[in-house]
């Protein structure tokens, strides 16, 4: 099993080409969160009144009592931010966050929402938080919110995010719904893969940087030109990586209550001019992302190292530093995470434990490689991988006098330094290889004790990215 459950890798410079439609540079998501109605309220069976993301700095919960002046705030975006919005939006391509029993209590907001053919992804059961929650409380509450959604909708959702989610909230998730994306994470620009109720579960991250909720927290927005400007620099910035080659998606969140107010729809309204004025843009919901996203860039095969048990793990890479396998039980024995699943994260977490080895066991190390050209290899007694290495440079067909060159050399050289001569020879020809063993004669011990083991490191690297192929 994984032993460190954060990606902290992520694609790195390695990006998945999205291939938007009809080669668009950018793709722009708009969320409408719809919570008015599922939040926190005592009229809702809940233990106090709303506190969260409103004009009320500061709000506090008020246990046992309803909030006149919150339930108020909340209620403008049910009667007039949405339909403000609503008026914004209503030919472009928008995903509807909807808490299952605000919904519920939106009978005319559902219906504009299905006129418009906006998506509606569920966000919910309640707009509560969740992470105190017990995991088959949590659970019945995803249940319960996919069932309420299918019958207030018409057909059950197709994405998932709850936002003031728990640690198991994906896992659960992904267990309950046949969710096509899952939306809570914020950690990447693009769509991407992940385990989780036992499944291959593609992740739409969303965000909070692009997000009206700016305007209900301290550190935030205090006018609309601040968001408009955000927005638009946001997308100016993801509009040239995509010009450039890399294109990813742009997530803008908003709220019924907060962008619905005046001037904030402006600031809005001048924002997405802005994105439309651009060619090459495509404006799509988050589930036609998704569907875009499983066609063009499915969930990848392989292996796995962070989810391999210890047996497994040794036995695939014990021999990627030559005949020492305590390297890959070391490696194993540590931390692993899903970072260490390609060659160059492999690589790391294997030489850390080369690296912190005593001298004598660094030795072994080198002493556990061949020589190159000599009588293992006359002999056919060579492992697979330096088999294969060595002929890839043409050391196994040599001259008569190229075979007795280096037999002088490998003995010239291990009689001086008490290691074979070792080199990554896939970096290498016959002539840089004797070149090589001219110039590091010349070594003092400790020099070329240090160069043999950068060596051996570039040879692991060398056999992780053909084993891997990453």
Not at 7 to 24: E, I, K, S, V
Request: hydrophobic share 40%; proline share 5%; aromatic share 10%.
């Amino acid at each position: 099993m994984q032993r460190y459950p954060r990606d902290m890798a992520g694609y790195g410079p390695d990006l998945p080409q999205a291939n938007w439609p009809g080669g668009a540079k950018i793709a722009v998501q708009i969320v409408l969160n719809y919570e008015e109605g599922g939040e926190n309220n005592v009229l809702h069976g809940d233990a106090a009144s709303e506190a969260f993301l409103s004009e009320i700095t500061g709000a506090q919960p008020w246990p046992g009592q309803r909030h006149w002046n919150m339930e108020t705030i909340y209620e403008y975006g049910s009667r007039a931010g949405f339909w403000r919005v609503h008026a914004l939006l209503k030919d472009t391509p928008v995903t509807v966050y909807g808490v299952a029993t605000a919904l519920a209590r939106a009978p005319r907001q559902v219906k504009a929402m299905k006129e418009a053919g906006w998506e509606i992804a569920s966000h919910g059961l309640k707009w509560v938080e969740h992470k105190d929650m017990p995991p088959e409380k949590e659970r019945a509450q995803i249940r319960e919110a996919i069932r309420l959604h299918t019958e207030v909708v018409g057909e059950p959702p197709r994405g998932w995010y709850t936002g003031r989610c728990s640690m198991n909230t994906v896992e659960l998730a992904a267990t309950e719904g046949d969710f096509a994306y899952i939306a809570d994470s914020y950690a990447d620009d693009l769509p991407y893969w992940v385990q989780a109720g036992g499944k291959d579960q593609l992740i739409v991250p969303y965000t909070m940087d692009c997000n009206d909720m700016r305007f209900a927290i301290q550190a935030g927005f205090t006018d609309g030109a601040q968001f408009e400007g955000y927005l638009k620099d946001s997308f100016d910035m993801l509009y040239a990586e995509g010009a450039a080659g890399a294109p990813k998606m742009l997530s803008i969140g908003l709220h019924c209550r907060l962008v619905g107010r005046p001037g904030r729809a402006m600031a809005l309204k001048r924002a997405l001019d802005h994105m439309r004025a651009h060619d090459g843009v495509w404006f799509a919901t988050r589930a036609q992302i998704a569907d875009h996203w499983t066609r063009e860039n499915p969930p990848a095969t392989g292996l796995r190292p962070s989810q391999m048990d210890r047996e497994t793990f040794v036995a695939e890479f014990g021999g990627i530093f030559e005949h020492s396998p305590w390297i890959a039980e070391g490696a194993y024995d540590r931390e692993l995470g899903t970072h260490h699943d390609d060659a160059i994260g492999l690589h790391n977490a294997l030489a850390r434990v080369f690296r912190s080895a005593s001298e004598q066991q660094r030795l072994g190390v080198l002493t556990a490689h061949p020589d190159l050209a000599g009588k293992l290899a006359a002999a056919g007694r060579l492992t697979a991988e330096s088999t294969a290495e060595q002929a890839g440079a043409g050391l196994d067909m040599l001259t008569d006098d190229e075979r007795e060159t280096f037999t002088r050399l490998n003995t010239e050289y291990t009689e001086r330094f008490g290691f074979p001569f070792i080199i990554a020879v896939r970096d290498n020809t016959k002539a840089t290889i004797l070149a090589a063993f001219e110039r590091r004669l010349r070594n003092d011990r400790i020099t070329e004790f240090a160069e043999a083991c950068r060596q051996v490191e570039r040879i692991a690297e060398l056999r992780l990215i053909e084993k891997l192929g990453r």
